[in-house]
């Protein structure tokens, strides 16, 4: 049985890929996870701010009490030989998870404003990354801001960073466009050589005693894969470029069903964060067993099978599912 | 021939650049001026640079400089090449292994940034009198009087030090050579190397104490030989000042600058010299050359080695023409017949008269230049002047007016030296608008890089709030010897024009010269914005003014508050200093090398700023007549005594020069509650309140570090005549008729603005939740407004403090603080503590504050936040010094329990003649709470009465001393510095002894004062100097060690994450009849982050374990109760979410990640031993266990 696979133009054993998360900021996690099967690993998102906002505090810290006070010129030792301002420990780690493990290694890069840090890019890709993936979520709070502004921005950022580098570009995703599938198109135009669908971002609570709003991390259930199956399948074949599969991946049923839709393979926090690094032993398990049942012999076999241009019921991806839904309350 | 390299620094680094090349051991201990030469040789060490031997020096922090000569010492003794660094009393804890080393005959040098002694008063500022406290103890004194000297002399006592085995102390300036930059030849490796002769070290390391050759040192020695030993070293002293000329000449081949024991310079036919050392004899210098060529006959000894003092050589440097000497002494002996240079000048004369050229000079001693007083050539002038006289006033005084003993020599204040070759600029600046740092940079860009000879000399105030700085720089093609402020400048930056409200700062401007102001208002309006005297010196001297609104263009390049490389680059277009263009470029060739390796965004936000700065640039067109009725705004506000008025208020006025002998108070006798006439206005927003959100649980009153927010609860009837805009809400709780309101004010003109407050508000508006119940706001638009609620306020009648718990945050909250507006930090972290001492105590209580930030913005002049109640009673305060604080105080605790128990006798001594039931209850009256205290208050008081009209004559001693009968609270407060390092021998003993002391511990975690050294104290992972790279060890417990006395009080608090339990342990410690300790949780700006965030921040320290919060209350014991209270719950967040939103800590992740991680596991690991610790400790003390 053949699991393989392959993303960005990266062969993979299976279509299994841990997402970036804390699970692979580590290099004992991420061998634990190649013990038990991942096929590849996005490393933990390396923040613009980090890049950018942390040094320019730093700096300000360092320095603002300077030379106010005869007695005190500085506060803190300021000419500290600083070897990770711009977190360059990042490709040193980079460097060593490569040198450990077989499997691809993907880094990934978090940011929307096109600037000075995404020449950090070209530093991932020579610390050994085998391709990286950009995280471009902007929330455009002002009413001033019109979608094609945001639009345009996703996509200078993906072509300034796709200009600094010869490794596969990865963009992941979100849904919150007026027509996604023209969005990924126009970004695979910029330079994308493949999309996650979707990303998950963190969400939004309140806490009634503060009286404030709290960043809560999103947990996911398979109930949340659906917005995932829809537009792999719309995108499936579409697009020159690659698709993973990346919200509400919990069980083996779920990977295959995103295959199915048209994901080249698939990614996922939650569920790690919830079993461990085990649970991808577990999904392994899973699709070789109901592959077995049902006589599959290959992933690349059922790749799609039921994407939008393949399947017979087109209209389940479409609106008209939605009117049909009402009809039927009619009834 | 080698291409001299030129560097522009201050002294400090000068010497530390040589003493860090040419020594393997350095032991030292911050003290101002001389830290920066311990901070740069920690520098350098971490970047692994290498001496001339090829390794690299060992630096390390000691407890004391008493701990780092010992060490010194030790070093010496096994054979290191071995420094240190120090200055004032410092120097002076250093004498007893001084008298060792020299005794020993022990190669070293000491190298000193010669500072004042604490006396009348402390003062950080330069004089030799440190180093003439020490000419007793063996060692060479080696003067040199500029930066450049500094870096040279260091090399040459080194050399001549191992040669002649005699230690050197190497002395400069403090401040005026330790932190002038200038711009110097920097000497090469190979003069190092050619200068420290290889045998001689090599001898140095054979004396070394070894078990491979082994001897014995320090012996006990008898009368029978300790005197022919003790003269057995004289050969090597005489023998010194050969072997130093040998090497100040080897020094010259070397380098091409030639110095000498004695150098003299001026007319060889002179008949009038002045003879000194140090930096004034630059000034003397250039008056002479000045002089000189004018047609006059005088000239000038430099002393180099002040000590031996080659007698015979001095009289070999004198002209033979001579007629007349002064000699200047820039120290005090008091009650000798003179000062040190003066008696050896004196003494050479009379023993050598045999060979004298000339006949008896007239000769005649004075003192000058006492911290760091101003030494000018008008000075100089009229002491040439004096010596023309037959009789010239001998023991003068230069620089101040003596009318009180008349030693003073007058001078012409008005008469300026004219330095055509100098451009001299003047910058003020605030402290934290990054001016000084922009003017250090302007000066390397043209030392460095231009042919320029440059000099800058920078002036801080005593406030660590909103504090002015003066820039003094000064450029030119000749050597500059100008070693004093500037009088006259060409170019006069006002960085910040509420200056020009208060002060007349264009007196220094010549004519013509160019002025830049950075104004908030616009071209058309600046004119009429100006004072009166503005107006007035730009019209008389016509000056250009070009003006620039900076803050703005600063925020809008996305900078803040930082208008350091607009106002440079402003400098730089219109001074003319260099061409336009060739100037812009260098200042973005140096933001590209100081921001570069910091990323581009950095980098390309100044070049915007500079870009910006000179579109938005402006020259003001001048009218032809003064407009303005503005007048300056008097320094000081409020109904003044003639004492605050005439004398405080001159010192705040920045002309504390102008103050005479007889307006000084004799004994350093101060009076308090000054800081309420200093109407500072440094905030740019200022708290308002919302009473309709407040819930009124005053903690933004507790919180505020500078007394700025109170509240009180009065009757309803005393608002009526409120001014506009005062609020009041019906008085929330039971205590509390419904008539009467709870009201809240905040002295706007007294705010530092770091909303502090805010931050710890818990109240949320109800329908915008970014509000809460009290909101910063312009400070500006406020002001008149606050100015009149605020007075307003005072004028309400002050809540009974016998009726108000004293135990409960909010009702101790409306007592009235006895220490208020201080010099503190915006969003200081210790003064909250202080304040609730002084709201809960203050009316009796006595405090001994050891040398630190506290004693600096609690006591340095001109005003002092302490204060006085209504009825005249208040915190009585004092400093001795930095390591004998606990002891100091406890000298306070057995001198008044003297008082008490004398007073007590007489009292019952009087028992018969007195009213006997009223004796009865003094005598026997409780004294634990505020009612008891009050009624024993009363009492004394009735007492008094009747022995003012007694005819025994002990009653007449018992007046004296009654007011003992009432408790008296004593404090010890300091920092951590202070009781983990420095004077922590002391506070164990004190904590030993079982007096009733309070000991308060403003624990920051580092020397804040000096500029944020580690401590014992210092949490693991956190960068400090001297830990570079995080400190590895772990905190010093000492709340653990206290509590192992079982009898004394202890209590670790946060006042930001239990403010009731901080609240009690005061209270508690206050009661416990013996000594207690509260170690205060105190956030500071060292730890870099924004301090109004502290609260919060002290709230994390305890939940993520790193400061566990608990009391220790040995009374609970004796009623059978658990002593132990834990104030928290153990570990509840991570240490990371502590640790990593302070500067001190992430900066560690930035420099060495794998140290950073190995940093946050041992922190989680103490976070939990800790509460193991102390939980254990709760355990143990159970009564049921005890019982066991």
């Known amino acids: 049985m053949d699991l393989s696979t392959t993303l960005l133009g990266l062969k993979l054993k299976n279509p299994l890929m841990a997402s970036a998360s804390p699970l692979t900021a580590s290099l004992e996690s991420i061998q634990r996870l190649e013990d038990n099967g991942i096929a590849a690993v996005i490393m933990h998102s390396l923040f613009e701010e980090e890049i950018n906002h942390e040094i320019g505090q730093i700096d300000h810290f360092l320095h603002i009490h300077n030379h106010a006070n005869a007695e005190a010129l500085s506060y803190l030792p300021g000419e500290a030989d600083f070897d990770n301002l711009q977190s360059d420990h990042y490709l040193e780690e980079i460097r060593r998870v490569k040198e450990s493990v077989s499997i691809p290694v993907i880094a990934s890069l978090n940011g929307i404003s096109a600037g000075g840090w995404v020449s950090y890019a070209t530093k991932l890709q020579a610390s050994g990354a085998d391709a990286l993936e950009l995280n471009i979520t902007y929330i455009p709070t002002s009413i001033d801001m019109d979608g094609r502004a945001v639009e345009q921005m996703y996509l200078d950022t993906v072509a300034q960073v796709k200009q600094q580098i010869s490794i596969p570009l990865n963009v992941k995703m979100n849904p919150y466009f007026s027509s996604p599938a023209n969005m990924a198109k126009r970004l695979v135009e910029a330079g994308a050589d493949g999309l996650g669908i979707f990303d998950n971002p963190i969400r939004v609570d309140i806490d009634l005693e503060l009286l404030s709003p709290l960043r809560i991390p999103n947990i996911t259930s398979s109930a949340n894969l659906s917005e995932t199956l829809r537009w792999c399948a719309i995108l499936y074949k579409q697009l020159p470029c690659s698709l993973y599969a990346n919200t509400g991946i919990h069980t083996a049923e779920d990977v295959l069903k995103a295959i199915m839709s048209g994901a080249d393979a698939t990614a996922f926090t939650s569920l790690l964060l919830q079993h461990g690094e085990k649970a991808v032993l577990s999904l392994l398990e899973g699709i070789t067993h109901w592959m077995e049942k049902y006589e599959y012999d290959s992933i690349s076999q059922m790749k799609g099978s039921i994407s939008l241009i393949h399947t017979d019921n087109a209209s389940a991806y479409e609106r008209n599912s939605y009117m049909h839904a009402l009809q039927q309350y009619r009834h | 021939m080698h291409q001299p390299e030129y560097i522009t620094i201050d002294g400090n680094e000068a010497v530390a650049l040589v003493a860090h090349k040419i020594n393997e051991v350095i032991a030292i201990y911050p003290i101002t001026p001389s830290s920066p030469m311990g901070e740069f040789s920690d520098l350098y060490s971490s970047r692994k640079e290498e001496n001339i031997f090829g390794t690299v020096p060992t630096v390390y922090e000691m407890q004391s400089e008493g701990g780092a000569s010992g060490a010194v010492h030790g070093a010496l003794q096994s054979g290191a090449l071995t420094t240190t660094f120090t200055a004032s009393q410092g120097l002076l804890l250093m004498i007893p292994n001084m008298y060792k080393i020299a005794g020993e005959l022990t190669p070293t040098v000491f190298h000193v940034a010669s500072r004042s002694l604490a006396a009348q008063g402390l003062s950080i500022f330069g004089d030799h009198q440190d180093v003439m406290g020490v000419r007793q103890s063996g060692f060479a004194l080696f003067a040199s009087n500029s930066v450049q000297e500094a870096h040279d002399f260091a090399l040459i006592s080194q050399a001549a030090a191992l040669k002649s085995r005699i230690p050197f102390l190497h002395f400069f300036d403090g401040f005026r050579t330790s932190h002038e930059v200038s711009r110097i030849e920097k000497l090469t490796e190979a003069t190092l190397k050619a200068m420290i ?4 070290v090599h001898a140095h390391r054979r004396r070394a104490l070894s078990p491979d050759h082994p001897v014995l040192r320090g012996t006990s020695q008898n009368p029978d030989v300790y005197f022919q030993a003790r003269e057995s070293v004289n050969r090597y002293y005489l023998a010194l000042p050969k072997i130093l000329q040998e090497q100040m000449d080897k020094f010259a081949r070397l380098s091409g600058r030639s110095y000498h024991l004695f150098d003299y310079v001026g007319a060889a036919d002179a008949q009038r010299i002045l003879v000194l050392m140090g930096s004034g004899a630059e000034a003397v210098e250039e008056s002479v050359r000045y002089l000189n060529a ?32 002064a000699v200047l002494d820039r120290t005090k002996e008091p009650g000798s017949i003179g000062e040190p240079l003066y008696h050896d000048v004196l003494s050479a004369l009379f023993e050598h008269q045999a060979i004298l050229p000339f006949a008896m000079p007239r000769l005649i001693g004075g003192r000058y230049g006492l911290s760091s007083k101003e030494f000018t050539p008008a000075m100089i002038f009229a002491l040439f002047d004096e010596l023309n006289h037959e009789s010239p006033k001998n023991h003068f005084t230069l620089g101040i007016d003596d009318d009180v003993t008349f030693t003073s020599l007058k001078f012409d204040p008005h008469l300026i030296l004219d330095n055509p070759d100098q451009f001299q600029a003047v910058f003020y600046g605030l402290g934290s608008d990054g001016t000084v740092g922009a003017n250090k940079n302007t000066i390397k860009i043209i030392g460095t890089e231009t042919d320029h000879y440059a000099q800058g000399y920078f002036v801080y105030d005593s406030k660590k709030s909103g504090s002015m700085t003066v820039s ?27 200056f020009l409200e208060k002060l007349d700062l264009l007196t220094i401007a010549k004519p013509g010269a160019i002025i830049l102001i950075n104004t908030p208002y616009p071209k058309e309006e600046l004119w009429q914005r100006c004072t009166r005297v503005t107006q007035e010196r730009i019209l008389a001297k016509n000056l250009r003014v070009f003006a620039i609104d900076a803050y703005r263009v600063a925020r809008e390049k996305g900078m803040g508050r930082r208008i350091n490389t607009i106002m440079q680059t402003c400098f730089f277009a219109i001074s003319g200093i260099l061409p336009h263009d060739q100037a812009i470029e260098k200042i973005k060739g140096s933001i590209q090398k100081t921001y570069g390796s910091k990323g581009d965004a950095i980098v390309q936000m100044n070049f915007e700023a500079v870009d910006a700065s000179l579109h938005n640039l402006f020259e003001l067109s001048i009218p032809a007549n003064v407009s303005s009725t503005l007048e300056l705004i008097p320094p000081l506000k409020g109904d003044l005594q003639p004492f605050v008025a005439e004398v405080i208020g001159k010192i705040t006025a920045y002309q504390g020069d102008q103050l005479k002998v007889s307006q000084m108070p004799e004994d350093g006798t101060w009076p308090t509650g000054t800081a309420q006439y200093e109407k500072r206005n440094i905030a740019q927003e200022v708290p308002i309140w919302d009473p309709d959100t407040c819930i009124q649980c005053n903690k933004c009153v507790s919180a505020c570090p500078h007394s700025v927010i109170r509240s009180t609860v009065v009757n309803a009837s005393f608002l009526e005549n409120a001014p506009e805009g005062f ?15 709870f009201t809240i004010s905040v002295a706007v003109e007294d705010c530092t603005g770091c909303a502090l407050c805010v931050e710890v508000c818990p109240a949320k508006n109800k329908s915008q939740t970014n509000l809460k119940a009290i909101n910063m706001v312009p400070q500006r638009p406020q002001r008149d407004s606050g100015i009149q609620q605020w007075d307003f306020f005072l004028s309400l009648p002050k809540m009974d403090r016998s009726k108000l718990e004293h135990d409960s945050l909010k009702e101790s909250q409306f007592l009235e603080p006895l220490f208020e ?19 809960l105590f203050g009316d009796r209580m006595v405090i001994a504050n050891a040398t630190g930030c506290s004693s600096i913005y609690g006591g340095n002049l001109p005003t002092t936040p302490w204060k006085k109640n209504s009825e005249g009673r208040g915190p009585a305060w004092s400093n001795s010094l930095f390591e004998d604080n606990a002891e100091f105080g406890l000298g306070f605790r057995l001198a008044i329990d003297n008082h008490t128990e004398y007073a007590r006798t007489l009292l019952t001594d009087l028992y018969e003649t007195l009213d006997a039931p009223l004796v009865d209850e003094i005598l026997s009256a409780p004294q634990i709470d505020e009612p008891q205290i009050d009624a024993q208050r009363r009492r004394v008081e009735i007492l008094k009465e009747c022995l003012k009209a007694h005819p025994d004559k002990a009653a007449k001693t018992l007046l004296e001393v009654c007011d003992y009968l009432v408790k008296k609270s004593v404090w010890i407060i300091g920092g951590d510095g202070w009781a983990y390092d420095i004077g922590y021998g002391g506070l164990d003993h004190v904590l030993a002894s079982g ?7 403003l624990d920051t975690q580092v020397y804040s004062n000096t500029g944020g050294q580690q401590s014992k104290a210092t949490f693991t992972g956190a960068v400090a100097k001297f830990a570079a790279g995080g400190k590895a060890g772990l905190p010093k417990d000492l709340a653990a060690m206290a509590i192992n006395y079982e009898n004394v009080y202890v209590a670790k608090v946060a006042l930001g994450a239990n403010d009731q339990a901080t609240l009690k342990a005061f209270i508690e410690a206050e009661r416990y009849d013996g000594p207690s300790i509260i170690i205060a949780y105190s956030h500071c700006i060292a730890h870099g982050y924004d301090l109004k965030f502290g609260f919060d921040q002290q709230k994390r320290a305890v939940d993520c374990g790193l400061w566990p919060i608990f009391r220790f209350n040995p009374d609970k014991r004796k009623s059978g109760e658990n002593p132990m209270s834990l104030d928290y719950k153990g570990p509840k967040i991570d240490v990371k979410e502590f640790m990593y939103r302070e500067t001190r800590f992430k900066m560690v992740e930035k420099m060495n990640s794998l140290s950073a991680s190995s940093f946050l596991k041992t922190a989680a690991e103490t976070a939990a031993s800790l509460y193991e610790r102390y939980s254990n400790l709760h355990h143990r003390y159970e009564p049921l266990h005890e019982e066991e």
């Not at chain 2, 008085?731 to 509390?736: D, L, M, S, T």
């Open chain 2, 995 to 1001: 007096k009733n002391v309070n000991i308060l511990v």
């Open chain 2, 472 to 498: 003094h720089l000064r450029f030119s093609h000749e050597p500059i010897r100008s070693s004093y402020l500037i009088q006259n400048a060409d170019f006069v930056a006002v960085h910040q024009a509420v």
């Open chain 2, 727 to 741: 609020l009041s809400k019906t008085a929330k709780g039971k205590k509390f008729a419904e008539d009467e309101h």
């Open chain 2, 821 to 839: 507006f201080s010099g503190a930090c915006p969003g200081c972290g210790e003064t909250p503590y202080i304040k609730l001492a002084s709201q």
């Open chain 2, 294 to 325: 004018r047609g006059e006959k005088v000239g000038m000894i430099k002393v180099r080695l002040a000590l031996p003092f080659a007698a015979e050589t001095f009289i070999r440097s004198l002209p033979h023409t001579l007629k007349a000497i």
């Open chain 2, 197 to 200: 002769d290889e045998e001689l």
